[in-house]
């Protein structure tokens, strides 16, 4: 965990965004008091859309028929 001034932090903002890309914990602080926690932001992850793999997939016809192997356990 880093902790860093309010002027340090706005001059060394790319670097610090970096840092915390790469998962360092930075607190940025103002009047020795810890005022933000700079961390990257999760992506968004898609609402699911039903039927999108609709036409991808296939089942054969024979799919749940018999299998010669197993013909002496039936």
């Known amino acids: 965990m880093t ?3 309010l002027s340090e ?3 060394h ?3 610090l965004i970096e840092a ?3 998962g360092e914990e930075i607190i940025i602080m103002k009047d020795n008091q810890p ?3 700079l961390t990257p932001v999760e992506p968004v992850k898609r609402q ?3 039927g999108s793999a609709k036409g991808l ?3 054969a016809d024979d799919f749940d ?3 010669e192997d197993f013909q002496e356990y039936m």
């Open 3 to 5: 902790q860093i001034t």
């Open 9 to 11: 932090a706005s001059q």
């Open 13 to 15: 903002l790319p670097d």
């Open 20 to 22: 915390a890309l790469g």
């Open 35 to 37: 005022v933000v926690k």
């Open 48 to 50: 699911r859309q039903p």
């Open 57 to 59: 997939i296939t089942i």
């Open 65 to 67: 028929a018999p299998l």
